[in-house]
């Protein structure tokens, strides 16, 4: 029997990547393609050049990927499946270098504030670059001894560099969630569910007036549905109104979390439910990809 097409998957960076690691994590059979920048990968999407991206949206101490949700309000995605990395940070020279002789440190910007204790401790020069792959590939390419990377180790086994310090990041549990989005806006039958508890994203705007967010929060406290996150973001269409990015625990068609969606949406202007799936977990993710592929 001939099987399909593999499936082709867009991630942030360039080959090496921490997203990169993550997404062979998740899908070991994917066929990784890097987009240089998160629109870049949102538009690989949208132009149907891949079935799926997987972008980062929050890190344990750094906080959200602000890009990446702004992006997911921009483009007709929906969320499928959710995967938590945790974080090993690497610092990396070129081949033969010595630690000591280390004086500049490229990496993006959330590595960089991963790895700030080492990186302060350690006195380096930080200098933010757009990917931790792409930083370790400038260094190999730059030949160096000076320079150096914070990336992962499949960046510098990509690349040819050596490890000069391991597990440099300032908390052992750091870890980055990740979302697989597929083309087009969530409906209902968007929806793939596996064994186990589920999770609903959205995001929602409320009247400008006094107790307008309580009054939208009071929907879920009503029907017994937790919180699991809520952070607000501009909305850059009118000064000083924001928009607020909620995670609740179920899926959205279950009986309670219907109802205090509705009740959210007869209050507020704007609703938009940005997937509804299955909380991480190895094997749920896995089973919730498995749905997604032969959707």
Known sequence: MMEGPATRVAYQGVPGAFSEEALLALMPEAVPLPGRTLEDVFTMLDSGEVE???VPVENSHAGSVVEAYDLMLDFPVNVKAEWIQPVHHYLLG????????????FSHPQ???QTAAFLRQARLQVEPFYDTAGAAQMVAERKDPRFAAVAS????????LTVLA????????NATRFVLLARGA???QETVAAQGPGKTSLVFAVEHTPGALVRALSTFARERVNLARLESRP?????WEYLFFTDVEGYAQEPSVARALRELRRLNPFVRVLGSFPQPDGHSASEAVSKAQAS
């Open 94 to 105: 070129i081949e033969g270098a010595e630690p000591t002789q280390v004086e500049r440190v």
């Open 186 to 188: 969530w409906t209902a």
């Open 166 to 173: 391991e597990g440099i990041q300032t908390s052992a549990d």
């Open 235 to 239: 909305s850059r269409k009118r000064p």
């Open 111 to 113: 590595a960089l504030a």
């Open 153 to 160: 180790r499949l960046a510098g086994e990509r690349y040819g």
């Open 52 to 54: 799926f991206a997987f």
